[in-house]
């Protein structure tokens, strides 16, 4: 399984953007995706998820302004990111875990794709 983020740049503070990331080949029915993000000296830190039972999480920092999603016929997940700051600037890293009985779990992460967001 590979996955493919796209969508990242540079925006103004108070802008959008979304980022998508598409899984090809083929992912077990059980799992999980979420972003991830990585300031500048800074250590990997989680911005939204979705859980196997389909809970979705949220990094307090970004509640009511971002949104995961995720479209299964498609293979891909987004994240849309809306009023950004720049405390937003990061790497953005997509994830995905997933798990099969006799196989176990496997992780899977996009190769990132960088946000910088403008004062």
């Known amino acids: 399984v590979q996955l493919q983020a796209s969508g990242g740049g540079e925006v103004q503070a108070g802008g959008s953007l979304r980022l998508s990331c598409k899984a090809s080949?083929?992912?077990?029915?059980?799992?999980?995706v979420g972003w991830y993000r990585q300031p500048p000296g800074k250590q990997r830190e989680m911005v939204a998820v979705?859980?196997?039972?389909?809970?979705?999480v949220y990094a307090d920092s970004v509640k009511g302004r971002f949104t995961i999603s995720r479209d299964s016929d498609k293979n891909t997940e987004y994240l849309q990111m809306n009023n950004v700051k720049p405390e937003d600037t990061a790497v953005y890293y997509c994830n995905l875990v997933d798990y099969a009985s006799g196989v176990g779990t496997r992780d899977f992460w996009g190769q990132g794709t960088l946000v910088t967001v403008s004062s």
């Open positions: 080949g083929t992912t077990f029915s059980i799992n999980a």
């Open positions: 979705v859980s196997i039972g389909d809970t979705i």
